[in-house]
């Protein structure tokens, strides 16, 4: 025998169960570098048939649910900021806002971070072809590229021939003739007022002439999501005859990441006839609870501005601005155009599922679907998003991933800022340093894991002048609200809250009454203070670089 063999033997068997123990995989690995679908979506909360347990069973979403039977429905999943733009950007950077700085619809990612990874970027770097479509970053957050580091090819833009024969692209979301007709009414009364072209003309003619919904008998790709999923479903096409390995149910030999965005079910609430059909408004039912909190904390709420003050519907119906419950009538005409939405958006995710399969990739093809948050549907009075409250902060997940069950729920308690290590771990490719979330794939393999104990959500207001964080554990929610100049620095743990607020989930499942103050949960709230104090001197690093 070779006298070398023997230690050489020694130290391979070392090296390996040394690489074993390191590695310790929580699953059945998927082969390295799968595709990755992912589908985003704007302003969708989780209404599904999948999350049908919630009590709302008249939902037709039967694509999601079909997606949903690949995979794991994420139930309890939360957003970092309740609004379009830092919600995506802390999702697509796996970084909380005091992170990005993103906490409005003005500020530019990289304005704040010109070194900040985002995820199809590190995809892309990680040797993906990386393509999008549609909103997946607010656009006023990135540049007129949608954010260039992230993309190896052009991102793609719908043109007038992406529209069925007959159709010019919808104005404004609308495709009804006459709704066209008054708003460019309403423009060109604005100019010669002297009003400033574009988003001051804009604002003026959304004021006076503006829908909240639409319901034309007109084919679906005649809206922006139907002309967006057919195109997607020929870009699917192009990567996979660029990529022919793919089809062999292996590995590819260079992967995609391709993003897919659609616009709906956000205001105004646009869908072909037929979606509408499926639904009898009178039936619909309203939310349960339309007041403000027993021992209510102001700031905790807004005024639904943005359906009130962009869209006229709601003022010819006399809805009333506030804190109010509305007629009936009007909710139920804005659930049912939500619902109308919904499922006109669930048709199309169909079609990028029906995509995968005929093109042969619908084996080695992880599909994340995601909705960037919540939506008040008359709950507390409020409609729209822009609070720390469940139904705004509370956001779908879905994942479907080759090598792990299909048609599982988890409760488990998981946020947006997890997504990105948990695509590098699915795909097995180098996870980023430093990232605020962590990976689901332990969940992926056994529902019942738990990866953290608490959630956590914040919204500022008062300009830049107030900041809310809401911790939201397995049975309660608390929220603090700070008095701080959040863009000069952080706030810190022993910060003092200006108000605070704490819910009882399994008591009190429609935040009915706000406990922070009552004697019997005086033990709760104080260990909910000792999370966010933790969870802020966590974060007390310093903010991220900028210019």
């Known amino acids: 025998m070779n006298k070398h063999f023997f230690p050489l033997t020694v130290c391979l068997m070392i090296g390996v169960l040394g690489t074993l123990v390191a590695y310790r995989p929580t699953s059945k690995p998927a082969p390295p570098h799968y595709n990755v679908l992912f589908i985003g979506t704007d302003d969708w909360k989780p209404v599904a048939g999948c999350y049908s347990d919630d009590g709302d069973v008249q939902i037709r979403t039967p694509n999601i649910d079909r997606l949903a039977g690949r995979g794991t429905v994420f139930w309890r999943n939360y957003c970092q900021q309740a609004v379009?733009?830092?919600?995506?950007?802390?999702?697509?950077?796996?970084?909380?806002?005091?992170?990005?700085?993103?906490?409005?619809?003005?500020?530019?990612?990289?304005?704040?971070?010109p070194t900040i990874l985002t995820m199809p970027q590190h995809f892309r770097q990680q040797g993906y072809v990386t393509a999008g479509i549609g909103k997946i970053f607010d656009y006023r957050s990135v540049d007129k590229s949608d954010d260039s580091l992230s993309w190896s090819l052009p991102y793609y833009r719908l043109g007038p021939s992406d529209y069925p024969a007959g159709f010019e692209p919808p104005y404004r979301a609308y495709q009804n003739p006459q709704t066209r007709r008054s708003i460019e009414h309403y423009v060109a009364?604005?100019?010669?007022?002297?009003?400033?072209a574009g988003l001051p003309r804009q604002r003026y003619a959304q004021q006076r002439f503006s829908p909240f919904d639409e319901s034309e008998d007109i084919p679906d790709g005649a809206y922006t999501d139907g002309a967006m999923a057919r195109k997607a479903q020929r870009i699917i096409k192009q990567l996979a005859d660029q990529n022919q390995p793919n089809r062999t149910g292996g590995p590819a030999a260079r992967p995609f990441f391709l993003a897919v965005g659609f616009r709906s079910p956000h205001l105004p609430f646009v869908a072909p006839k037929k979606y509408w059909d499926l639904y009898d408004r009178s039936k619909l039912p309203t939310a349960a609870y339309q007041q403000k909190s027993k021992n209510p904390v102001d700031v905790a709420y807004q005024p639904s501005g943005e359906l009130v003050d962009l869209y006229t519907g709601t003022q010819s119906e006399k809805f009333q601005k506030g804190f109010a419950p509305q007629p009936d009538?009007?909710?139920?005409?804005?659930?049912?155009?939500?619902?109308?939405?919904?499922?006109y958006m669930d048709a199309q995710i169909g079609l990028l599922m029906d995509?995968?399969?005929?093109?042969?990739?619908?084996?080695?093809?992880?599909?994340?679907?995601?909705?960037d948050h919540g939506w008040h549907l008359g709950d507390h009075g409020m409609w729209c998003k822009h609070t720390n409250f469940e139904q705004a902060t509370r956001a779908p997940l879905i994942i479907a991933a080759p090598g792990f069950r299909a048609g599982q729920k988890t409760r488990s308690l998981t946020e947006f800022v997890d997504i990105f290590p948990t695509l590098c771990d699915l795909t097995g490719i180098k996870t980023p340093d430093a990232l605020a979330g962590k990976s689901l794939v332990p969940i992926l393999r056994k529902p019942t894991e738990q990866v953290k104990t608490y959630a956590v959500s914040q919204y500022p207001r008062d300009g830049d002048k107030v900041m809310g964080y809401a911790i939201r554990t397995d049975r309660y929610r608390y929220v603090a609200w700070f008095e701080h100049e959040f863009r000069k620095n952080r706030v810190m743990?022993?910060?003092?809250?200006?108000?605070?607020?704490l819910y009882d989930y399994r008591k009190d499942p429609n935040e009915t009454v706000n406990v922070a103050n009552d004697k019997a949960f005086e033990s709760v709230a104080g260990q909910h203070a000792q999370l966010l104090r933790e969870f802020l001197q966590n974060q007390s690093q310093p903010m991220a670089s900028t210019k």
């Open 84 to 113: 379009c733009a830092p919600t995506r950007a802390s999702l697509l950077t796996g970084q909380r806002p005091d992170y990005t700085r993103v906490w409005d619809l003005q500020t530019q990612i990289r304005d704040m971070n």
């Open 189 to 196: 009364e604005a100019a010669t007022k002297g009003i400033a």
């Open 329 to 343: 009538s009007v909710q139920q005409r804005l659930i049912h155009g939500y619902y109308a939405s919904v499922s």
């Open 355 to 371: 995509a995968l399969k005929t093109n042969g990739l619908d084996k080695n093809t992880i599909v994340v679907l995601w909705g």
């Open 493 to 501: 743990a022993g910060s003092k809250p200006k108000a605070v607020e």
